[in-house]
């Protein structure tokens, strides 16, 4: 049994609320992007253990999970989407999805999840030293996947409409360009890219058109990562597909190798989340606060309940 300290609200909890988010049946208790601490000794955790848990409940048998792709197990149940989550003092998580998160805050360690979604379309992509990525989008996932780009040694371009989250990217994130969205996106990359374009592509905009224009982002031989999950169809024209050989790839959730990069790259910090959690309440006050934060003209990047 967990007591839940710090829930951080993700844009799966903003989709579920406006029942734009797919796998969800109502009613449902959202949270999982979550840091807790252990109520009740078990096994090898004791009470007071500060841990993350990781919210894909995997069947741990099946062959995608045996070649540890337990992020995208046939039968997973992700807490706060497929099963209820953490916003609630109590509540049980199997002891194989906790991770010990010693030397960190509350608050960093319920960024761990978030974070480590960008974490693994980073590693999905195979991003090289050098080489150009962009990524379309620059919410909590976006910016995850900028700060692990470019960790991963990548000439990062961030892509968005919204000119406070491109300065954010350009001033805290230290990103190497910046494309406004509502220009022509194509001509931008052209130019930033001496011509070629990005070899690797990230979408983590969440809107079905911004998905469908990425493919023309993507530089000959290069890589389209769907950070972003819809609920509806994605269509792309097959003559630049095949013209360029371009790859497309999906990213769900993460792995526990994940989390451990980004844990470590907390500990050590190479990410500071101080300007990236920008909104913050009590429990209490989260029915009066939730719909406020889905806004985001309020400024906000991510927002973090405290109980």
């Not at 009613?27 to 999982?32: N, Y």
């Not at 700060?147 to 919204?162: E, K, P, Q, S, W």
């Not at 350009?170 to 890219?193: F, S």
């Not at 050989?245 to 993460?254: D, G, K, P, Y």
Request: glycine share 10%.
């Amino acid at each position: 049994m967990l007591r839940i300290r710090r829930v951080g609200i993700c844009g799966t909890d903003f989709h579920a609320f406006a029942g734009k988010q797919p796998y969800f049946k109502y009613p449902r208790i959202l949270g999982h992007e979550l840091s807790a601490e252990v109520a009740e000794s078990s096994g090898n955790f004791q009470e007071g253990d500060r841990v993350v848990p990781v919210p894909y409940i995997h069947c741990g048998t099946c062959p995608t999970c045996l070649c540890g792709k337990t992020n995208c197990c046939p039968s997973i149940r992700t807490l706060g989407v497929h099963t209820d989550g953490g916003m609630r003092e109590l509540m049980p998580v199997p002891e194989k999805n906790l991770m010990r998160a010693d030397g960190l805050s509350h608050e960093q360690v319920a960024t761990v999840e978030c974070l480590a979604i960008g974490a693994h379309a980073v590693n999905r992509a195979g991003l090289e030293a050098g080489q150009w990525a962009a990524i379309a989008g620059t919410g909590p996932i976006g910016i995850g996947t900028l700060h692990f780009a470019r960790l991963a040694g990548a000439r990062t371009i961030a892509i968005d409409i919204n000119p406070e989250r491109l300065d954010y990217c350009r001033k805290i994130i230290g990103v190497d360009a910046c494309v406004d969205g509502r220009e022509n996106i194509v001509d931008q990359l052209r130019e930033i890219t001496g011509g070629q374009l990005p070899g690797r592509v990230f979408d983590a905009t969440g809107v079905p058109a911004a998905m469908e224009a990425a493919f023309e982002y993507v530089g000959h031989g290069g890589r389209l990562i769907l950070v972003s999950i819809v609920k509806g169809s994605i269509s792309f024209a097959d003559p630049l597909f095949h013209a360029r050989e371009m790859t497309v790839m999906s990213s769900r959730n993460a792995t526990k190798s994940d989390f451990n990069l980004v844990m470590d790259t907390l500990r050590e910090g190479k990410i500071d989340i101080s300007s990236f959690v920008t909104h913050r309440c009590q429990f209490d006050e989260i029915i009066s606060t939730f719909d406020n934060w889905s806004n985001p003209s309020t400024g906000v990047i991510k927002g973090m309940v405290s109980l």
